[in-house]
């Protein structure tokens, strides 16, 4: 049964809305559903914790990489995440994962895919023991979007705003990064991603991200390097910033990043995020997808 977890109000105002459209469907293709709805992000893992206890491993989420990041933490903590099957249902137009993954935006052609019961394994970042679909961030653009999200208003102007306002006088992040058999970099950086998927609040932050080969990408600019800074974070916004002299470019899977001093901000599946250290692995094939 396709049990349908549905984004609260919070993260999507139009959640509720497009679950009815998709729950047309369902009735019409005669299939076996129920729907969980969310008042806060807290109650994706009460309802997670009934289903798994009922047995029950078909989930379906209507909502954003918050969601799919609550869900899957959920059933991490409280069973076996490789014996579910998860589909994506998105909300709007910049969810990043379903976007990288080139799912359908229409709800009526992705419940009708997830229907099919395709299955499609693809790798997940495992960030101090948490699963991450997505991306984690360090440096400018985490300072730039902590700022971006105290705005009363938040839109694409607006964040281009905060980025042209604020992105050129950051100083960078002094970072410590290590990898079972590599050598280790310590040095202050202006701009770092580890990538599983390579999209991040709309932004191609890593074209060469790939979510079935094992590995990630872990890219970075120094701010040492980086003279023309609000430059450099455009080119991140389209992913040019690839072919800049000045982007280091590793493929991994696994690092530690540790800071002497403070907390290192990041942005972590679409949510800012404060850490005394990471841990980072990737484990191929590990979530198995309806695409």
């Not at 969310?38 to 989420?61: H, P, W, Y």
């Not at 990041?69 to 998105?90: F, H, M, T, W, Y």
Request: charged share 20%.
């Amino acid at each position: 049964m396709l049990n349908i977890i549905v984004a609260p109000l919070s993260e999507c105002v139009r959640a509720e809305q497009i679950t009815k459209r998709v729950v047309a469907v369902l009735k019409a293709q005669k299939a076996e559903y129920s729907v969980y709805f969310s008042k806060a992000l807290e109650d994706i893992f009460n309802s997670v914790s009934e289903l798994l206890t009922l047995g029950e491993t078909e989930f379906v989420v209507v909502g954003n990489d918050v969601v799919i990041s609550e869900l899957l933490n959920a059933v991490k903590q409280l069973g076996d995440l490789s014996k579910i099957r998860l589909g994506i249902v998105p909300v709007k137009q910049n969810d990043d994962f379903a976007k990288f993954l080139n799912l359908p935006f229409n709800p009526e052609q992705a419940i009708k895919n997830i229907l099919n019961k395709k299955i499609d394994a693809v790798d997940y970042l495992l960030v101090n023991g948490r699963v991450v679909v997505s991306n984690i961030t360090i440096g400018a653009s985490a300072e730039i979007y902590e700022l971006f999200l105290k705005r009363k208003v938040k839109n694409n102007f607006t964040k281009q705003l905060t980025a042209n306002k604020y992105g050129g006088a950051f100083t960078g992040v002094d970072l410590n990064i290590t990898s079972r058999g590599e050598k280790p970099i310590q040095n202050k950086f202006f701009e770092l991603s580890i990538s599983n998927s390579g999209i991040l609040n709309g932004d191609n932050v890593c074209p060469l991200a790939n979510v079935r080969d094992g590995l990630f990408n872990l890219n970075y600019a120094l701010n040492e390097q980086t003279e023309k800074k609000g430059d450099y974070l455009k080119q991140v916004e389209h992913g040019n910033h690839i072919y800049n002299a000045n982007t280091q470019q590793l493929w991994w899977d696994n690092c530690k990043i540790s800071t002497a001093e403070g907390k290192i901000k990041a942005i972590v599946d679409g949510r800012i995020e404060l850490f005394d250290n990471l841990t980072i692995s990737l484990i191929a094939n590990g979530l198995k997808l309806y695409n």
